[in-house]
C-alpha cells in the first residue's frame, strides 16, 4: 500500500478537528449530539464524520477532552526539563481522574478499530503535549532520543498508564499518580544523562562562538 502524501494526512487531521471543535460546541450548548447532528454543524459529510468517530459515544467522550485540552500546557510553569515533566504528569493525571468514565468509553471504542494509517487510534493530543513541554530538549538529543523519550513518557500518562496502575497493579490514586511521576522523571533524566546526549551538549559548546 503507497504510503498516504503529506496533504491528505493533513487534511484528514483538520476535518477531525473540525468534527471535535463542533462536537464541543454543541456540548457546550447543553446538546448531546449525534454524530449526524456534529457532521451538519461541523460543515463535513455524515459519511465522513462516520469514518472517523463510528459510534456517538466516541465522539462524545473525544470531544469532552476537547473542552479541557487548553488547561494542560498552560499549566507547565518550570524551565528544568525534568520538573516540566513531572508537571506535565501530574496534570494529565488530574485530568485523567476528572474525565475517567469518558476515557474509559474511549478505550472501549477504539481498542478494537483497525490501525489508522495516519497515525494513532488516540491520544494524539498526549503526544502532542509532551512534545511541548520537552520541547527545549528536541535540539539536545538526537532524533532517535528524541522520539524515544517522548514515547517513553506516553507511557507514564493518560487512561493507559491508569488502567495499568491501579486496575492491573492495584494502586490507590495517590499512588498511582506518584508513581507515574517517578516513571516520567526518571525518564527524561535518563535522556539527559545518555552519553549520546552529553556528547551533543559538548559539541553544542565547542561550536560556539563564545566556547574559545
Same mark, same amino acid.
Given at each position: ?90 496534570? +494529565? ?36 503535549? +509532551? ?20 514515547? $517513553? ?15 492491573? $497493579? ?43
Amino acid at each position: 500500500m503507497a504510503a498516504e502524501s503529506p496533504t491528505l494526512s493533513n487534511q484528514r487531521r483538520r476535518t477531525r478537528a473540525a468534527l471535535l471543535q463542533a462536537a464541543g460546541q454543541l456540548l457546550a450548548q447543553g446538546v448531546t449530539p449525534t454524530v449526524a447532528q456534529v457532521a451538519d454543524e461541523a460543515l463535513v459529510s455524515r459519511r465522513t464524520a462516520y469514518r472517523y468517530f463510528p459510534t456517538a459515544d466516541q465522539l462524545l467522550a473525544d470531544a469532552a477532552l476537547e473542552l479541557t485540552a487548553g488547561e494542560i500546557t498552560s499549566r507547565i510553569t518550570a524551565t528544568d526539563p525534568v520538573e516540566r515533566a513531572d508537571e506535565l504528569v501530574a496534570t +494529565i493525571n488530574e485530568m485523567t481522574l476528572r474525565h475517567e468514565q469518558s476515557l474509559r468509553t474511549l478505550v472501549r471504542t477504539t481498542i478494537d478499530s483497525p490501525r489508522d494509517p495516519d497515525g494513532p487510534r488516540r491520544g494524539i493530543r498526549r503526544m502532542a503535549w +509532551i512534545e511541548q513541554v520537552l520541547e527545549p530538549l528536541r535540539e539536545q538529543l538526537s532524533p532517535t532520543a528524541w522520539r524515544r523519550v517522548t514515547a $517513553a513518557l506516553a507511557l507514564t500518562v493518560g487512561i493507559e498508564a491508569r488502567l495499568s496502575l491501579v486496575d492491573v $497493579a492495584g494502586l490507590t490514586d495517590e499512588e498511582a499518580g506518584l508513581v507515574s511521576r517517578w516513571a516520567a522523571r526518571v525518564i527524561v533524566q535518563s535522556a539527559l544523562d545518555d552519553p549520546d546526549h552529553a556528547a551533543l551538549v559538548g559539541q553544542a559548546g565547542k561550536d560556539h562562538p563564545n566556547s574559545a
